[in-house]
C-alpha cells in the first residue's frame, strides 16, 4: 500500500490534534456521565465485575482479577488507573456510598496506600448492583469495546442518582469537575418533589437537600452561601472538622472526631504539631492519635486554666481542620458534551434518564410477554385439539410436512406449530394444561400492565417514585455533615461542650447539674455516693440523665409545663445541693415540680400518667411556646390527684407500661391514647385496687429488650418485654411483683435493652451507678435480686442513661 503524505503547518496539525486528545481525556477519562454519575473506568469495573458474578452475595475475587478482567475486555489502560479506581470505589472515607466491598488493606483516612492488587480481594455492593439491575433488558444502548470482539453499556441503567449522593472529582484538559456528595434520604425526597412539581426552583428543592453529606462527617459552616453554589453549579463550600473539650484533673482535652472531607488525619496532626512548635502561645502540652475501629479520636491536651476556644479558633485558622471544597459541576450530557449544570439540572437529566430506563424495560418485556403469550396460546390450541395433532403428526412424512398441516388445520403461526411439535408429551397432562392456562393468564396480565406503562406517562412516573422511595427505606441513612452559618459560632450554645449531666431536683426544690462522670459506675449490692448534700429533712426527689445542649420540661402540680435549657442549670460537685428552683422557673407560691422530663428532640408526643391512672397523650408543639419564665398547661388534674410520671412517645407504634406501688403493671399501644388538647384531664389507663396507686410509667418502643422494675426496698429485675401482653387500656393489669412485703413498694419501671446503665438515688441523697447487664433477666411474676445495700435508707428515683 503507497504512502499517503500531506503537507500541512504543524501549528494546524498541533491545534486539531490536541482538541481530539483533549476531548478524548474529557469525555472518555475524567469526566462522569450526568446519566449513572460515573467515568467509563468506575463504569467497566462495575459492569465488569457483574459480568463476572460478583455480587454482594458471592465470594469477593482477587482485585488482580478484576483488574486484569476490566484491562483485557474494556479498558486498554494501564493496570495502577484501574486498581485506583477500583479502591476508591470500596474506601468508606471517600464515597459517601461505597459501590464495592474489598476485603484487605484499601487505604486508610491517613493516606496510606492500599495493598497491592495480588493480595486485596473485592466484590459488588448491594447498592451498586441496583445501579446494574436490568441491564440485560435492553434498558441502555450496548456498543463496542475498543477492539470490537465485545459489547460494553454506554450507561448503567442505574436507579441510584449516583452523581449526587457520591459526588465526583477530576481534572481533564483545560477543564475540572469537584461535585460534592449528599444524603440519599434527602436526595430521593427532592426527587419525588420533582417528579411531582416539575417548576421547582433550587431553593424548594434544598428544603430536602440541605446541603453537601461528606463521608467524613464535619461541618459546612457557610450554609447561606449554599443556595447561590447550588443555583449556579460552582462556589466555595467552608468545611470544619468536629471537636468537643473533655475536662480531666489536671488537663483539658481538646478532641477531634471528624475532620474536612479529603483531608489526611495524619498530615493534620502533623500540621498541628508544627504550628504548636513555631508558636510558643498556643501551651500544648501532647497530642495523640486515639483513632481505632469505633472512629476517630485526636486529642490535644491543653493546661487546665486555657481558654480552649482560643486554640481552636487556631487550629479552624491555620491548619486543615477548616478546609476548602471548590464546587464545579461539570458534567458529560447524553449528547457527549461536556456542560455546566445546577443542582436542578443534575436530578432532572437523571430523572430523564430513569424515565426512558423505564420506558426501554417495558418495550423489552411487552416484547417478551407478547411472544411467549402467542406460544402458550398456540399450545393451548395443542391441547384442545389433542387427538387432531396426534393425527397429524403421525400421518406426516416429515417435521416440515407436520408444521405445515398443524399451521393450515389449527390456522396457527409456524412459531406456534414448531412449540407444539417441540412439547414433550408430558406437558399433556390436565395439570400441565391448567398450568399453561394459569400462565397465559398471568402473562395476558402483564402485558396489559406493561401496555400502560408504555401509553401513560404518568404511570412511569409512578413506578420511579416508588423505586426511589424503596432506595431511602432500603439504604438512606441519617445525614452525618452538618449545615451551619459562620455567624452562629459566637451563640453560646455553639460554645458549649456536650456532655452526659445528672440532673437532680430535691424535695424542697434544690436544683442541678452534675457531670455524669462524676458517678462511678459500680457492680450490683454497692453501697453508692453521695449525689447531694441535703438537710435532713431533705430528700432527692427527681434525677434525669440527659446532656447539657439539651432541654428538660418541668410539670408542676398545678399542672403546667416549663421548659429550660440544661446550660443553664448551675454545673456543681456531688457535695453541694445547688439552687432553688425559684432562681430558674418563674413559679407561684405554692407550685412545685411534680415531673421532669428530658427532651433530646427526638419526640412526637408527651406522654402523662398520674396517680389515679389517668393518662394523656398530647403533641411536644403544643408546648413550643414555654419557657423558664412562663409556662403553659399541659393537663387538668382532678382534685386529690397528681403527676407522678411523664415521657416522650416518638411513634404510635410505640407501647406504653404503667405500674402500681402494689406490683400491678399494664401495657398498652400508645395509639389506646388519642392525642388531646393542653387542658384535657386524659383517660383511665388502668383499674386500680383499694390502696393501691400508680407510681411510674415508661414507653416500650419493641418487643426486644426488657422491663427493668426497681423496688423501695433495693430489689430490682428484669423481664423480657414479651411476658407483657399488650391489653386494652384500663384493666387492671398483671402481676409484676410476687411479694412487696419484702421487696417494697415499686418505685420504678423503665424499658431497657441491656447496653445501658442506670442510677438509683435513695431518699437520703445516695446514689449508685452500675450496668443494666448486671441485674438478671427472670419472670415477671417474681421479686427480684438485691441492687444495693441500704440500711434503713429508702429507693426514692431510678434514671437510665443510655449512649
Partial sequence: MPEILINRPIEDELVDSYLLYSMSVIVGRAIPDVRDGLKPVQRRILYGMYELGLTHNSPTKKSARIVGEVMGKYHPHGDAPVYDALVRMAQPFTMRYPLI???????????????????????????????????????????????????EPEVLPSKVPNLIINGASGIAVGMATSIPPHNLSETVDALVYLIDHPEASVEELMQFIKGP?????????NGSELKNVYEEGRGRIVVRGKVHVEEGKRLKRIVITEIPYG?????????????????????????????????????IEIPKDTNEDIIINNLYKRTALQDYFNVQMLVIDKNKRPRLMNLKGLLEAFL??????????????????????????????AARAIGVVVDIVRNSKDVESARNSLMETLEISEEQAKAILDMRLSRLTSLEIENLQNEYSDLVKKISEVKEILEKDEKVREIMKKEFLYLKERYGDPRRTEITDEELRYDVEELIVEEDVVIT??????????????????????????????????????????????????????????????????????????????????????????????????????????????????????????????????????PGDEIVSARVSTSEKETLVVATKLGMIIRFPVSDVRRMGRNAAGVQAIKLQPGDEVVSMDVVPSEEGEILTVTEKGFGKRTPVQLYRVQKRGGTGLRNISDVNKTGHVVAVRYVKGDEEIVVVTRNGMMIRMPVSEIGVIGRVTKGVKLIELGDDTISKVAVVKD
Fill in 505 to 638: 431536683l430535691s424535695h424542697k426544690g434544690y436544683l442541678k447539674s452534675t457531670p455524669l462522670n462524676s458517678y462511678r459506675s459500680q457492680r450490683r449490692g454497692g453501697k453508692g455516693i453521695t449525689v447531694s448534700k441535703l438537710s435532713e429533712d431533705d430528700e432527692v426527689e427527681f434525677v434525669v440523665v440527659t446532656k447539657n445542649t439539651s432541654s428538660t420540661l418541668f410539670i408542676t402540680n398545678f399542672g403546667k409545663a416549663y421548659v429550660l435549657k440544661n446550660y443553664q442549670i448551675e454545673t456543681t460537685g456531688r457535695n453541694t445541693r445547688g439552687k432553688h428552683i425559684s432562681a430558674f422557673l418563674n413559679l407561684e407560691d405554692t407550685e412545685r415540680i411534680v415531673a421532669l422530663v428530658p427532651l433530646n428532640g427526638k419526640g412526637k408526643d408527651l406522654v402523662i400518667v398520674t396517680k389515679s391512672g389517668k393518662i394523656k397523650r398530647t403533641s411536644l408543639e403544643e408546648f413550643e411556646n414555654a419557657t423558664s419564665n412562663r409556662g403553659v398547661r399541659a393537663i387538668r388534674i382532678e
Fill in 352 to 381: 430523564e434518564h430513569r424515565f426512558e430506563v423505564i420506558r426501554r424495560r417495558a418495550e423489552y418485556e411487552y416484547e417478551k410477554f407478547t411472544k411467549r403469550a402467542h406460544v402458550v396460546e398456540g399450545l393451548l390450541k
Fill in 263 to 299: 483531608v489526611s488525619k495524619a498530615g493534620l496532626i502533623e500540621q498541628i504539631a508544627k504550628l504548636v512548635k513555631d508558636d510558643d502561645s498556643l501551651p500544648v502540652r501532647n497530642i495523640r492519635d486515639e483513632s481505632d475501629k469505633r472512629g476517630l479520636r485526636v486529642v
Fill in 213 to 221: 453529606d461528606f463521608p467524613t462527617g464535619g461541618i459546612v459552616v
Fill in 101 to 151: 466491598e474489598g476485603q484487605g488493606n484499601f487505604g486508610s483516612i491517613d493516606r496510606d496506600p492500599p495493598a497491592a492488587m495480588r493480595y486485596t480481594e473485592a466484590r459488588l455492593t448491594r447498592l451498586a448492583e441496583e445501579m446494574l439491575e436490568d441491564i440485560d433488558k435492553n434498558t441502555v444502548n450496548m456498543v463496542d469495546n475498543f477492539d470490537g470482539t465485545l459489547k
